[in-house]
């Protein structure tokens, strides 16, 4: 007779503040991965912790930002363990030119306390520019992969205080050009993608992905003291160039760490391999 494996947080109520519909992006993988329950809550306005469009500046990094909406949510439910979603946007890591979106999902523990984080990143559908024609707003709105994702309008510029959110039905956007433009002391309109997650499917796909590394991360045991959240915590880099034989910024191996205790062990990576001559710092200065 096998025994069923049980997992840590079978049954669980896992508290989600959301006003922006993730709690229908993230409940499937987490649910089906773990065996707990989304409770989810919007009775908290999230926005007053920030907004992609600047009218609230966020306080404090994006981790921050994450603990904040998981500790209200697990105030506002009575959960002891809480789930919060962040994203950021900015130029790419490689090149700085393409428009970057990182998505960080925050799962608190208090009965263990831990914090465990779930990362992705990738493209973002972050398109903005001022347009003054009919034409060129449709133009802009085919780039900006329109109506899937919603659009943002503005008088003048980005920091203008009237704002117009959601926009996702052309007859609407039509009009609301009409109105915004006759309303602009430049006769432009600035326009930009709605980076909120109900609004952008680009960065649904990305938090997607972030709820599937922090469930990988969950279902990971130390080995030590059966904590959650056992996982890679940095790089050692090293690894030796194919022509000269220095040591390059490529990893070598992986550190990985417990959350709760101090165990942690070096897990060595391309055993037997060697960089590139193109990644070398002596080859390819």
């Not at 205080?161 to 109105?179: C, M, Q, T």
């Amino acid at each position: 007779m096998t025994t069923r494996v049980q997992y840590p947080y079978e049954g669980q109520g896992v508290a989600l503040l959301t006003r922006h519909g993730k709690e229908a992006l993230l409940r499937e993988p987490l649910e089906t991965a773990l065996g707990c329950h989304l409770v989810h809550t919007d009775a908290h306005d999230t926005d007053e912790l920030g907004t992609f469009t600047g009218e609230v500046a966020r306080p404090g990094s994006q981790r921050e930002a994450a603990r904040a909406k998981a500790r209200i949510g697990m105030t506002l439910t009575g959960a002891r363990v809480g789930l919060a979603s962040e994203g950021a946007f900015g130029p790419d890591p490689f090149a700085g030119v393409v428009p970057w979106n990182t998505e960080l999902l925050l799962w608190i523990d208090d009965e263990r306390g831990i914090e465990v984080a779930g990362l992705a990143d990738g493209p973002a559908q972050n398109a903005h520019g001022v347009v003054t024609t009919a034409e060129q707003l449709h133009e802009f709105a085919h780039e900006a992969r329109f109506p899937q994702h919603h659009l943002v309008l503005r008088p003048d510029h980005e920091r203008h205080p009237e704002i117009h959110k959601g926009i996702n039905d052309p007859r609407e956007l039509a009009s609301l050009f009409e109105a915004v433009r006759n309303r602009a002391a430049t006769g432009g309109v600035f326009v930009q993608n709605d980076l909120r997650a109900f609004c952008n499917p680009t960065r649904q796909a990305i938090i997607r992905k972030a709820a599937l590394d922090l469930a990988q991360k969950l279902l990971s045991p130390c080995p030590a003291c059966a904590t959650p959240g056992y996982a890679r915590v940095r790089h050692i880099p090293g690894l030796p160039c194919r022509v000269c034989g220095a040591r390059t910024r490529l990893p070598v191996a992986e550190v990985w760490a417990c959350l709760s205790c101090t165990h942690e062990e070096r897990r060595d990576v391309r055993a037997g391999q060697q960089a590139d001559p193109g990644r070398c710092g002596f080859c390819n200065p």
